[in-house]
Structures are given as structure tokens and as C-alpha cells.
């Protein structure tokens, strides 16, 4: 089975810091490649996602993901973080099939 | 939106009773699933669907069965709950398979005392 990793487990930043926030992932073939956020008791939200083409993909709020294949990695970046980003995020990696895998998640919080 | 209930979103119950949530989806989209959320865990997957009565386990399908009799609606039913059945439960469809993303219903708290 796929396993992804999720590095950071909680990160606290000051406004306007810059974020990023890393995945790695250990199937070697063909994935889709996602990242959701979900806001406090709320449910999961889609941000980006990486099927094909260009590796630097970019999503909603500002936020932006890049795929390297070598090192198997779709780290999430943004330049620069609101007090509304407190969330927690997950990266999710889809095989060749209906099976999604997700990280353990990394909760952010970000200090006005 | 992605036209997705769960029901009911909040439940506790005691051990050994039964419990069955429901996941309802207004798109007859075929794919459908059930995950659980627990801190330091992230997601996991316990069953999903790839049409009526077409399912397949996750995995942490132990202690859950799920039915879908109906396009419409995936139910997860806990036989004989337990303690470490305690979570978060998620259903998500997949409006569109190999390249499509997930989408989420709101949630159901499960307390088992």
C-alpha cells in the first residue's frame, strides 16, 4: 500500500510568513496528487492537485504545490500566510485506481 | 456543494450496541466512500464503493460492514461499537474516476462510552 509522510506536524508562523509544508509519498509509478485543508470543524476542502503536465501547480488562496518525481515529494507552499490559513492540511495520493491515501496531517497556526 | 448528507453528525452510544451511519449523495456519482479521522492518524480508509453493491475494504475495514442498495446512499454500520471506534467518520464521493478529486460530507462524530 502507498504511504505518505507528512514531516511537519504542527507549525506556527507569524503573519506574512512564508509556508511551506512537505509530502512525500513511496509508490515509484503513476499518481494523482492532492492537497485538502480543513478548517476547524469543518470538513475536508480541496486546494490543489497534480494529475499531469506542469509540476508547479497552483490552487486556490494563493496556495501552490510542486511535484518532483525523483524525490517522490509534493511539498505545499504559499508566500505569504494570512491568520485565516490556521488549518490543518492534508496531502493525498491517488495510484492508479480508487484508492486515496492520506498523510497524517499538519496543523498550522498562524499569529496575527 | 457536492450534495452529500450525513447522518445523524453527532452520535453517542455505548458499547456492544449497533450503529449505522448513512451517507446520502444527490448526483449518482458512482463512486463513494467511508473514512475515519483520529488525531495523529490523518484519514483512513475503511470501505468504498464502485457502484450497488459493488464495495471493497480499506484499510481499517475490521469491525465495519457497508451496504449500497441504492445509487444515492452508502451506509457504514458499526455491528457491535467499541471504545477505539470512537472518531470522526467521513463519506466522500468521487464525481470522476482515475482523474478526479474527492469530496467530502460534513462529518459524524461517533462517541462510543
Known amino acids: 500500500a502507498q504511504s505518505v509522510s507528512q514531516h511537519n506536524h504542527h507549525v506556527i508562523l507569524s503573519e506574512a510568513a512564508s509556508l511551506e509544508l512537505g509530502c512525500n509519498y513511496s509508490y515509484g509509478g503513476t499518481v494523482n496528487l492532492f492537497w485538502y485543508v480543513q478548517y476547524p470543524g469543518q470538513h475536508l476542502q480541496l486546494l490543489l492537485k497534480?494529475?499531469?503536465?506542469?509540476?508547479l501547480v497552483k490552487g486556490i488562496k494563493g496556495f501552490e504545490a510542486e511535484f518532483i518525481k525523483s524525490k517522490f515529494s509534493f511539498n505545499l507552499r504559499k508566500p505569504s500566510v494570512q491568520w485565516s490559513d490556521t488549518a490543518e492540511y492534508f496531502c493525498a495520493v491517488n495510484e492508479a485506481g480508487n484508492q486515496f491515501y492520506f498523510g497524517t496531517g499538519t496543523s498550522l497556526t498562524v499569529i496575527p | 456543494d457536492a450534495g452529500i448528507t450525513q447522518s445523524p453528525r453527532h452520535k453517542v452510544t455505548e458499547t456492544g450496541t449497533p450503529v449505522t451511519l448513512r451517507c446520502h449523495q444527490t448526483?449518482?456519482?458512482?463512486?463513494m466512500y467511508w473514512y475515519r479521522q483520529d488525531p495523529g492518524h490523518g484519514l483512513r480508509l475503511i470501505h468504498y464503493?464502485?457502484?450497488?453493491?459493488?464495495?471493497d475494504k480499506g484499510e481499517v475495514s475490521d469491525g465495519y460492514s457497508v451496504s449500497r442498495s441504492k445509487t444515492e446512499d452508502f451506509l457504514l454500520t458499526l455491528e457491535s461499537a467499541t471504545s477505539s471506534q470512537t472518531s470522526v467518520y467521513f463519506c466522500?464521493?468521487?464525481?470522476?474516476?482515475?482523474?478526479?478529486?474527492?469530496?467530502f460530507g460534513e462529518g459524524s462524530r461517533l462517541t462510543v462510552l
Open positions: 464503493s464502485y457502484g450497488v453493491k459493488d464495495t
Open positions: 448526483e449518482n456519482h458512482r463512486y
Open positions: 497534480y494529475f499531469s503536465g506542469d509540476p
Open positions: 466522500a464521493i468521487r464525481p470522476r474516476a482515475n482523474t478526479g478529486e474527492l469530496f
